[in-house]
């Protein structure tokens, strides 16, 4: 096993671009502005959208429009783009730049469409890092009081992984966000979510570079988000599928409220689906299909299509309940199943 790598003296460190302590990660079809918003109500200190395909966002109004609803209360915002060619992706940060404090580059995207579009965690491989460290010029060049940033996973090894981030502070990288995993087998990426996060890895990229360093990973509940901080050393924490299931994670004024592990309580639950509803109401997601997901994960979905089970079920079956969710379009429709669920909790 190669040496671990020397620490950095405190003063080489460099400032965040935004105030990053409690991160929301990017969420394929829950990183809607509503539910932002609601993880900003409750601690989240920077969120983060959704991955947005720099060639569409270049290529197409409509998507721009659809794909990155923001507001005032709504920052720091980090858009986050995939893509493989460096001008595209500089045309896109230049689009997003009057939006948001920072732009992000996917570089840990597992799935197969990744590894079919070779983005992603497809760009970890050596032979492609000289094209991210060209799409991060190009960014940089494009929009240069942007800061840019990058959301990676775990090389094959920790030397790999220490190396990559070095090369991208190297680049001009302000910040980077380690994903404690490696990429899984492309069609095992849902069964490897649970496995734990090597903490250990991302203290090392922390000690080995200059610029911040987000810890992603083993963040389930409030008390996991503080050492979490404590092991890595890092500027913060960054949590995705952990605030899906507890959008109060980050609020200590709440966590003596939880159930047990840290786990939301039931009146906190029903308050959560309640105020996203009222947010969605205001700032409408793109479809009603991102409403139902994030019921799903609060009401402590497992599994999936008709094999899904829940935790909090009321006076439904767990198919039931997945049914009602499916028939349900309109909001009134959705805070009906939830005042059914929770009944005269409040």
Known sequence: MA???????????????????????????????????????HGATACYTEMLFADRFVGCADYRER????????????????????????RAAALAAPHCAAVDINLGCPLPGAREGGFGAYLLERDRWALVTAMVQAMRRAAPNLPVCCKIRLLPSLADTVEFCRALEAAGVALIAVHGRHRPPADEHRG??????????????????????????????????????????????????????NPLLFAPATAAEAGEGGAPSVPQLRRCADEYLALAERHPPESSAVVRSHLMWLLGKSGKSHRCEFEHCGPYSGAQLRLALLDADSLEEF???????????S
């Open 3 to 41: 040496d671990p790598p020397a620490k950095r003296p405190r003063h080489a460190l460099k400032e965040p671009p935004f105030p990053c302590r409690h991160v929301l990660a990017p969420l394929v079809g829950c990183s809607d502005l509503a539910f932002r918003l609601l993880c900003r109500r």
């Open 67 to 90: 794909k990155l609803q923001t507001c005032a209360e709504d920052a720091p915002l980090v858009v986050q783009f995939c893509g493989t060619d460096p001008a595209t992706m500089g």
């Open 192 to 245: 490897r979510r649970r496995e734990a996060a090597d903490l250990d890895a991302v203290r090392a990229c922390v000690a080995a570079v200059g610029v911040p360093v987000l810890s992603n990973g083993n963040t389930q509940a409030h008390e996991d988000v503080a050492r979490n901080l404590a092991h890595t050393g890092a500027a913060g924490v960054m949590s995705g599928e952990g605030a899906l299931r």
């Open 335 to 345: 805070r009906a199943v939830v005042a059914a669920v929770f009944g005269g909790v």
